[in-house]
Structures are given as C-alpha cells and as structure tokens.
C-alpha cells in the first residue's frame, strides 16, 4: 500500500513530504485549496500523460516520488523480477517531468518506461474520479466495468482479437470473389515472366565471374604477351634480372667475408634473389595456364548478352534480376492463395467458430456476474436512501461485434416507474451520482488492489445519505487503504484520520500546503465544513458529536 509521497515543484506545491496510514483517511480544505493536486500528482507517479502545465511557475522541472509497500503483493515483487528490477520489499515510483513537457520515470532508481508505471500501478491504486458518474452513461465504460468486475478483461481481449482475425478472414474472402478475374490475369502474367527467368538460371555470383572470365578471355594475347616480356627481363635474356642479381649475391658474400659491415647488404641482395625467384616461377605457372580459347570467349559473351538482355526486358541491372524473381515467386504464392476460394471460405468459417466459442464463454461469465452484481448493488443503494430502485444490468444479444455477442446495459427500475430502463433515462444527477458510488464500493471491494483513492465521488449527496457514505468507506478502510477527498463533513468524520488542505500567499506566490490534523485540529476542520465562515460553539459541538458518533459506532 501507499506509504509516501513526496511533491516538489508540481502546479502550486512546493515542497511537501507526506506519510500515510492504514484505513480510512479523508483529505479536506477549502475550495480551489488544491486538494484534488495530490491525487494529481500520484496519479501521474502511476504514469497517467504529463505535460509542461503542471511545473510550477518560475521552475525547470516538477519531481513527484510515491513509495509503496509490497510485502504482501507477490504479483509485484514477480512483474519487478521479469523486468529486471530491484524487488525487495518496498517499491519507489519516480516521475520527473521538465518545463518543455519531456518527462523521465524510474522504478527503484532505475529508468523506466511510463508504460512500466501505468503496469506496476495496475496492482497498486484505483483511482476513482469526481466525474465517474459521467462515463457511467457510456456503453463502452459500462462493459468495461462489468468485465474488471468480473475478472474477464483478458477474456475480452481474446474475443476481440479472434473478432479481427474473423473479419479479415470474411475480407480476404469478399476480395478473392470480387477479383478473381484480375487475379487469373496477374497469375498468369507471373507465371510466364517467372519461367522465363528460372529457364536463364542467372545469380548474382554468375554474373561476377562472367565479368571477370570475359575480362581475362579478351585480353588473353595480350596477357600472353605481357608474361613472356616479363620471363625474358628477369630470367630468360642473357642480361637477365635474375643472372645480375645472383652475381651480385655472390660477390657481395664473399665480400663479407673480409669486411662483415658488408654483411646486412649481403643478406639484404639474398632476400631479394629469393623472393625474384619466386616472382619467376609464378609467371612461368601463370604463362602455363593462359590461352588463347575463341570459343568459350564466344560462349561467354552468347551468355552476357542473354543475361543483359532478360535485364533490359525488366528494366533493372543484371544483379538485380534473381531478386525479382524472387519477388515474383511470393507474389504468385499469395495470389495462389488468394484465389483458392474453398481455402479462404474455410478459413473464414472457422475463424467464426473460434470467435463464437470465445465470445459463448465471455457471455457465459458475464451473465453470471451481471446477476450477482445486480443483486449487490441494489443492496448498497438500499443503503444510499435509493430504496425504490432496483440496479440491473441487461445483457442484450447482438450479432457479434469485437467486444462478444451481447451489449451491456445498465438499468434502473423503480426510481420513474417499475420497468427498467437505461441510467442515462432514468436517474437525476444526485441519484446518478449515488449510483456511481454504489457500483464503486462493491467493484473496490472486490478489486485486489491494496489502495484506494475517491476523488470528489460523494458530490450531489448531502444530509443523512452522505453519513452513509461514510460508513461504507469506513468500511472499506478496515479492508483497504483509503483516501477521499471530499467536501462533506459527515463523511470526514468518519474518517480514521485526516488531512486539512490550504492556500496562502508566500513572498508574493500563492502555494497549497498540507496540514494532518489530531483531534482538536479535527473537530475545527469540521466544523468550518459544517458552519462555513464563521465557526461558532455550536458548529464545534456539532463537530464534536459527529466525530463522537464515528468513534461510539467504532466501540459498538
């Protein structure tokens, strides 16, 4: 669970170092005190979108730090290890975003992805909005809910993929009918210029050593000719190289036999007298093998004029004409299979059999969670002066789309008639909001994240039902790590502790700040939520017995 956050620099904090407890804690203050910039700041700790807007004003950068504990999250302390990072049993999250809006995120001090924090934070917080009570209203939110409820989003996820997979099918399927007289013309177009060039039976290192051999065949007279001038220079005339340098050799090494500073260029002419002999005998080998062969120089130039010819046909150079071939071949291995209507008919039938089965058991499971979510969340709103609802969520069949074989609906009876209809027709914005909460209670009891956050749920409810909501948050405090940020003082006090939210003006800048609050500080901060302005003895004592009421509630 959340154990601290530290803030520098973000939107009108400052400096703020913050640790956290166990249950229920509630985070209040004065309107536009900046109370919902803490849950701002975690969020974006947990990878939500960053941009420039949220460094202070006059700053290079905004850093935000939350340390969790994970003893007790071995799928955490897995998802570390997979992704080669310290998993011990605390877990640092760090973002750091810069005033040009480039941010910078590392998980145990070391660098991370912020997809790596939005999948680490998957496990860790459930962020609930003030405006939850609005996405409610949409389709697509409403199944989301029911299948996170219901464990089945990686079921889902399948479903939509085996739905894409059906979809191409049918496709590729509808193309190969529509053109299957354009795709007979282009195979056979294929298959003649394909044969043609496997007939050549050309490749790149053919064509190398046709150069180089055409080379060496029309120029042989002259290589001929080129080696015998070379032999008679250095062996074969009477003043040969060869003959100078062996006397020289010789002379010199008896030279060296009187004087032995003579010796280094007596070895010096040796090494040359060696390496000349070699020189000779590789142009006498040399001069064996070239001759004059006017038939394979024919033979060679029959066969580069076939090769330039094929190359010119297809407007590309010779090397490049076992590529197209190539690529002719693959062209005509998926035309092959484009045009092979039953093949394509069976693929797509049993890609719809592979999606249906999917999608059966998809709907099988939400059919069973939707009549066990029903039940529990009328009970709650039972609880939340809704008494004359009833909460149902409707499944209604459809052909098939990517998210399965059934539309998800979400309905009230009770509340404009007995007949169930859609939330978005029936329900007024307090009962929406009431709604919106009873749906968040049960699907956070049954989440397995160690914390939760409510930020502004409770707005549209007052009087004895926000007392209500109190206690279910108390509730849930006793399971889970809870915070709220509420404006309601009968739901802070039934918080475990609390944190009080203020604005002031330092050296000419207006920062937020946040203050815990013990038990005087408490009954002061709510009572100036009871009474406003002016907090008088009797909004104290108000206070005081709302608090009372927590802690007598507590003891019963």
Known sequence: MLRHLSIRDFVIVDRLELDFADGFGALTGETGAGKSILIDALALALGERADAGVVRAGRDKAEISAGFEIVNLPAVRSWLTANDLDADDELLLRRVVDAGGRSRAYINGSPATVQQLREVGEWLVDIHGQHAHQSLLRADAQRALLDAHAGLLPLAAEVAADFRVWRAAEQALAEAGAGA?????????????ARELESLAFS??????LELEHRRLGHAASLMEGVQFALAVLADDDAACERQVDSVAGRLATLAEYDPA??????????????????????????????????????VERRLEAVLAAARKYRVQPP???GLLDGWQQRLATLAAVSDLESLAAAAAGAQVEYRARAERLGAGRRQTAAEMSAAVSAVMRQLALSSGR????LVPIDGAAYGLEQVEFRIAGLAGNEARPLAKVASGGELSRISLAIQVLTSRSASVPTLIFD????????????IVGRLLHELGGERQVLCVTHLPQVAAQADW??????????????????PLDAAGRVQEIARMLGGVDITEITRQHASELLGARIAGQAG
Do not use: C, M, N
């Open 498 to 515: 609390q944190w009080q939210v203020s604005k002031a003006q330092r050296d000419g800048v207006t920062l937020s700040a946040i203050q």
């Open 391 to 394: 909460f149902e969520v409707a």
């Open 262 to 299: 003579l010796g280094e260029v007596a070895a010096l002419v040796q090494s040359v007298q060696a390496e000349l002999a070699d020189a000779v005998s590789t142009l006498r080998r040399y001069g064996d093998r070239v001759d004059l062969d006017p038939a394979r120089l024919a033979e």
């Open 181 to 193: 007289e354009a795709v007979q013309r282009e195979r056979e177009q294929l298959e003649w210029q």
């Open 456 to 467: 502004e749920v409770d707005v549209g409810i007052g009087g004895g039902v926000a007392e």
């Open 320 to 322: 490049e004409l076992p």
């Open 204 to 209: 790149t290192a053919e064509w190398e050593e």
